[in-house]
Structures are given as C-alpha cells and as structure tokens.
C-alpha cells in the first residue's frame, strides 16, 4: 500500500558540484537546500564539490565532497564516464567509472537520509515515502540517462519507487517561470530560452508558452549542447599554469596541483572584467618566488587580460549555442541564465552585450545554481498531486526497430537475403522501420506502438533491437549513421502454445505458429519507457538491455 506521506528529494549530481534538494510533499512551499556537508574544515556551502578520495592502495574506503583530506589524491569530472564512450580520468585500485560514481552516490544518499531523520519527525520518517529524482543535461543519450538511473538504484535511493531521471533544462525552466518576479510581463506564444551552463555541459533550450497557470510549454526546437561549461575554463587555467610555471611545475606534487586549480575557483567567481580589477592572485601551496613565472610570495598573478583568455574561448562556444537557438526560433523574447556557470557575472555580461543587439531581454534568477535542483523537486510534486506542468517535447533523433521484410529483388541488397527456416520464405534482415522520428513533438500521454510477428516451433524469448539515428534522412537498413541503442527483450513464454492455435501453420509436415505482439514505447520524462501487448493485454515492461 502506498504511503500517504510522501517526501521528494531532488539530485543534481554535477560535473563539479552536486546540489541536493528535498520537500515534504504536504508542505509544498518549503523546499530546503541541504547544506550541512560533512567538511575537513573547509567552508561548506548550498553545493557539495563532485569529489572523492580513496585511501591508500585501498578501494574499500573513502572520503568525499568536502570531507577529503588535503593530502589525498582526489578525482574529479568522473560523472563526465556516464555518457562519454570512455573514461575522462584514471582511477586507481582498478576501480571502474561505475564503482567510483556508486560509491560517491551511495554517500550523498546516506548523508540526506540522515539530514532527513534529522529534520522530520520520527513517526513521520517511519512512514514516509521517500521518493529520489536526479537531473542529468539534455545532451545526454538514453544510454547515459539508463546508467545514472542504475547507479541511483546501486546508490540505495530505489527503495519506494525507481528514481526518475529529469532534464536538467526542464526544471530550470520550470522554477524559473514559476519564480519570476514579473510573471505577468509573459505573455501566450512568448519564447524563452533556457542556457543551462554547469560544470561540464552546457544545454540550450527554447520553449513557447502555451499556457502560464497552469504552466504549459512546447519546445521550439530540438534543443542543443555542448561540453563547454565552468571545468573548461579551469582546463584553460591549467594550461596557462603549465606554461608559466616552465621547468618548475614538475617540483609541485600532483596533490598541490589539485589544490592550485581549487585555489583558482575563487578569482574564477570573482572575475567581472572591470577596469578596477587588473590583477587576480591564485595560491600555490609550498611556493615561495619564481619572479620569471609571475609567482610573488606563493601566489600567481593572473592580469585581467590573462582572465579574459581563460573564459573567453568557451563563452564564445556558449554564444555560438544561443546564436544557433535563437537564429532557429527567431522570435526568442527571453534568455534565462541558470547553473553554476550561468551564475557566472562575466558570461552574464557576454550573453547581455550579444542579447542587447537582438533586443532579447537576459535573466539570472534568484539561486541560478540551484535552480535546476529546486525545479526538480516542483517537478517532483507534481507526480504527488500538485497540479502538473505540461511540456511538449521534441525527439532529439529517430527511433525506430530493425526487421526482416520479404525479399524484394532490386529494393533489398543480397548480402541482406536470408531464408525463413520456419516458413521457407525468403526474406531481407537488418531493415529499419522508423517510428519516431527527428524533431516530432511528443507529450508524456503519447504512446508509440508497433508491431511485430514472430513464426515459431518452440517457445522462446524474443529480441528486437532499438536502434537510432541524428541524421536528418536516415537509411532504411542497419548502417551507418544509425547506432543500436538497446536490445528489447520480450517474453511470451508462460503462455501455452494454445494461445496461438489460430495462428497455426503446416510446413512439411511440422507445425509452426505465428505470434503477432505490439511493443509500445512511451517517452515519460524524456525517458524511454516499453510496455508488451498480445491479444489487447498488457504483460508489463519488456526487458531493456542498453548497448
């Protein structure tokens, strides 16, 4: 039976830093921020750093976020391994991508249900519903998101109900039109667009509004991203450090490195490009002068021009995303700034100087670091009965499932011809039936159905293999540009063969039976979900297995 106290916490596990947020669904105006990080000492804030430390040559214990000793090596952008093919750091005692975001997931899980028992009362606690939602960007492949989603479960946070995966883009929208302070400046039909800049990625959105109360929204356009957000300015800075530094950067140990790029965060945020800040002084631990470096009593200067050349490279990436946006939709009325990097004062003054041009008014609402985190807990509410935002979205792909057809010379190639054993009919493999296709608007109501045959002798499970493609005319076979995406298992076999016999069918002499089922794929949250129907009954989610 489902609890009637519910509790929503939201995570927004970042490239650099994770935010967590968490509401009792029957006070839904309170959303608290956890900010009680365990620390070694360091000041803790609304964001835990994305970091952890294991001890020596021992993969069993470890430290994070804030709580990392200083003489520890730490590793950092390892959530970055979800959706790139490969690993963007090594890590050590033969730990994998998967162990390292489990083990730092499983922390921040215990460390909010702690804060929780903390907060809520106890009888209240041993009768709520906790239910978990983390935020992943836009850009991300249905891959990535099923992987965050599993190593949420690994993590403990799958208890009540699967956790959801929400678009990092969608809550910022979300809290950001619910929290504007001049609401009423929006109008139907307006179009805002969403630059979601982290850590890592950097997403752009741009939505219409349909509707303001309840909040309906469509997107204009498929939306687009890129890996441009806050660490590549520190990639900058640690070039730029190396060059300095010459022959004496190789007497710094790799654990001083770490610290010298944490010590750049602070002349990063401060950064404005005003005439009255020319210099910028950056720590470097065990250091005292190197004069040709430009290092004064164990600190680097960094002159406001050298600043600038740290963020100028990937503001302009950023710029190039919203140009691309806005010369796309062509009516954008309002650009919203949200993440940690979107708080940034100077991308804010490149993005308004750019905006000012096009008369495109630019925001940066009220905690735009945490906007997303707030904006997946009212997302959240919504699924607890809160009344819910509408958001048409638009496939970032095609979707389709591979099939055999029967062989038609001169359509189908011959290395494709292949003979049914069942039927004896000759038939063309690796083709493609698309069913969703690139740029189609879809809703959360929206169903896609399609059919499949299946001839038979015996029994067995069956797999059919999803597949996608980002090109704007795709093939009508298995090549390339089109990637497999899953396989989808789907399994009949606890029903008798009865339940075929009138699909049965004689072929020398031996009988063979012809089952006819519909997968049906929904996109609830932009997430691909599968449903298997035979003979108008639904028998549960098929089996997906990702590539």
């Not at 105006?29 to 956890?34: A, G, K, L, V």
């Not at 620390?39 to 750093?49: D, F, H, L, R």
């Not at 069942?422 to 069913?435: H, K, P, S, V, Y």
Request: net charge negative; aromatic share 10%.
């Amino acid at each position: 039976m489902e609890s009637a106290h519910k509790i929503i916490v939201s995570i927004d596990f970042g490239t650099t830093y994770t935010a967590v947020a968490w509401v009792d669904a029957s006070n839904s105006n309170h959303i608290e921020i956890i900010s009680n990080w365990p620390t070694a000492g360091q000041v803790v804030g609304s964001q835990v750093p994305t970091e952890i430390a294991y001890g020596y040559n021992d993969p069993t214990k470890f430290s994070w976020g804030y709580n990392i000793n200083p003489n520890l090596q730490k590793i950092k952008w390892f959530k970055l391994s979800l959706d790139l093919e490969q690993d963007v750091v090594e890590f050590p005692c033969g730990l994998t991508s998967a162990d390292v975001i489990g083990d730092y997931l499983s922390a921040v899980c215990k460390h909010v249900i702690a804060t929780l028992h903390r907060r809520v009362d106890k009888e209240i606690m041993q009768k709520a519903a906790i239910d978990f939602a983390l935020t992943v960007p836009a850009i991300w492949s249905d891959a990535a998101r099923k992987k965050t989603q599993d190593a949420a479960i690994k993590a403990g946070m799958g208890q009540n109900m699967l956790p959801q995966i929400y678009s990092e883009p969608e809550c910022a929208a979300i809290y950001a039109l619910k929290d504007l302070d001049d609401i009423e400046s929006l109008r139907i039909n307006d179009c805002i667009l969403i630059c979601d800049a982290g850590g890592g990625t950097v997403d752009i959105i741009t939505y219409k509004i349909l509707q303001i109360n309840p909040l309906s929204i469509v997107e204009c356009t498929a939306g687009t991203g890129d890996y441009c957000g806050s660490t590549f300015v520190d990639r900058e800075f640690e070039k730029l450090f190396v060059r300095r530094m010459g022959s004496h950067y190789a007497t710094l140990s790799s654990v001083h490195r770490q610290q010298v790029i944490k010590n750049f965060e602070a002349a990063k945020v401060a950064f404005r490009n005003e005439p009255e800040q020319e210099d910028f002084y950056v720590n470097l631990p065990t250091v005292g002068d190197i004069e040709e470096a430009g290092v004064y009593s164990g600190n680097l200067h960094l002159s406001r021009a050298e600043m600038r050349s740290l963020f100028d490279p990937i503001i302009d990436r950023v710029l190039g995303l919203i140009n691309v946006q806005v010369e796309t939709v062509s009516s954008v009325n309002l650009i919203v700034l949200v993440g940690g990097f979107g708080e940034s004062e100077y991308l804010y003054q490149r993005v308004l100087t750019w905006a000012s041009g096009a008369q495109i008014r630019v925001l940066q609402p009220r905690e735009a670091a945490t906007a997303i985190v707030r904006g997946a807990v009212l997302k959240g509410l919504e699924t607890a009965g809160i009344s819910k935002t509408q958001i048409v979205r638009r496939a970032r792909r095609w979707y389709g499932v591979t099939v055999n057809e029967t062989f038609v010379e001169g359509k189908h190639r011959l290395e494709d011809r292949c003979p049914n054993m069942d039927t004896g009919q000759i038939l063309a493999r690796n083709q493609i039936r698309w069913f969703i296709q690139k740029d189609q608007l879809m809703s959360d109501e929206e169903t896609f159905r399609h059919g499949f045959h299946r001839d038979f002798r015996h029994l067995t499970m069956w797999k059919d293999t999803l597949v996608s493609c980002m090109a704007d005319n795709p093939p009508t076979r298995l090549e390339a540009p089109v990637t497999r995406l899953c396989t989808i298992t789907s399994d009949l076999t606890h029903l008798k063969k009865r339940a075929f016999a009138n699909r049965r069918r004689w072929r020398l002499f031996e009988r063979y039976y012809t089952a006819r089922y519909t997968l049906c794929l929904g996109v609830h949250n932009n997430n691909l979900t599968f449903m298997l129907e035979f003979d108008g009954r639904q028998y549960g989610l098929a089996n997906v297995d990702f590539d």
